[in-house]
């Protein structure tokens, strides 16, 4: 009987152990220690023709993931002109690249400057299915160089989702480009490339990144495409009533990536 009062004790303790250690692939949004946030894969799309801009997909539900990034970059010169290349041919795709699996990181390494580069495979295309596939390699080992941070966020969950759509603008020279503000569970990931940069900004300004405010449209319910159709819209600068700016995206935008899927959401709103 003793025995099997001991044997039953230890085996509480260890259920016990755990429920406070839960394997990392099974971290819950509520783990906030560094051992949730361990050095990983980061995929990240694409975007620019002279100048290269990565952007992070994140995720709601693990907490590596819970971060919505935007980094200026650049590949090797063969990389970059074959990339440049593709990227005329086929301005609306979605390339993108991940780190390479003997060389993670955690995104708080990027932004503390303590990773200032990475190797990567890039990949043809991207797909929601199967939660997230890139397409056929493309580009294998491929150094990549961060040139600046130029959107670092954690999701604040508790903060409430905007009422209405922002949008980050951020851009480099002569272009210019799109990403929503990604902010609460159910929500969507939207990109976008402008055909030139807004008038209304200095180029300093752009660089940096900026929010626009999109007053009148919604952020819920959610669609299962791009709220930003070919048309003129009247946005505010910082929520700014005193700073309006008249966006036309009328003609010449490539809508490279919008999704709910790609596991940014606990649950997809618009399964394919």
Sequence with gaps: MIAVAVTITMFSGLVEMAKAHPPM????????????????????????????????MPMFTQEKHMYQMVLRARL????????????????????????????????????SGRVTSFTATVYDGYSNAGGG????????????????????????????????LVYYLFGYGDEAHLTHY?????????????????????????EAGLELDFPGIPTQP????????????????QGREDAPVRLDLSQGVHDIWYSTGNLLNAKDPCPE
């Design 25 to 56: 692939g099974e971290m819950s949004h509520t783990s906030n220690g560094a051992e949730a946030d361990a050095p990983g894969n980061h995929g990240m799309f694409m975007v620019g023709s002279e100048t290269l801009f990565l952007l992070h």
């Design 76 to 111: 090797t010169d063969d990389a970059m002109a074959q990339y440049r290349k593709l990227r005329a041919a086929n301005p609306d795709k979605p390339y993108n690249l991940i780190n390479v699996d003997d060389d993670k990181f955690t995104l708080p390494d990027i932004k």
């Design 133 to 164: 596939t890139p397409g056929p390699v493309l580009l294998d080992n491929v150094a990549v160089e961060i040139e600046d941070v130029v959107i670092f966020r954690h999701f604040n969950f508790g903060i409430d989702q905007p009422a209405e």
């Design 182 to 206: 990604i902010a609460r569970d159910p929500d969507f990931q939207n990109i976008l490339t402008l055909p030139s940069p807004p008038d209304e900004f200095s180029q300093t300004q752009i």
């Design 222 to 237: 959610l669609g299962c495409s791009s709220p930003l159709q070919a048309k003129v819209y009247d946005t505010l600068f």
